[in-house]
């Protein structure tokens, strides 16, 4: 089986690519040194490029795209750093799927919307269920 990427992706995976290697590199050493992470800012610019909730459906406020999209945007982020790639993990990949899996319609229109179009961060914690 051969598997190519379609032009649209092509084109996604360049744009992300182009805005990493511009916009990250000094960001990614800056939080590396400081052990913080992205500022509500880059996450609001994130969210304005459409990098955010790639693959949460667009009556979420998403792009509607699919999890090869959302991975191959994550990849491009990835290759700068962890610390500027974490929040298209947290809204593709990470929590935002299991609130995508297991929430009420309520809950996932309220949180897949804030999330493609905010500066929101995501976080999810497991607990085992013998502690409080």
Known sequence: MEFQLTEEQRQLQDTARRFAQAE???VARQL???DEP???EWRARYGEMGFLGVNIPESYGGLGLGNIDALL???EFAK?????A???FESSVGPVRAIDHFADETLRSFHGSALARSSWPW???NRRP???
């Not at 700068?80 to 500027?84: N, T």
């Open 24 to 26: 990250l590199l000094e």
């Open 86 to 88: 974490f929040p298209i």
């Open 123 to 125: 976080r999810c914690r």
């Open 80 to 84: 700068i750093s962890p610390a500027v």
């Open 38 to 40: 992205l500022s509500n």
């Open 73 to 75: 945007v994550l990849e």
């Open 130 to 132: 013998d502690r409080h």
């Open 32 to 34: 590396e040194d400081k």
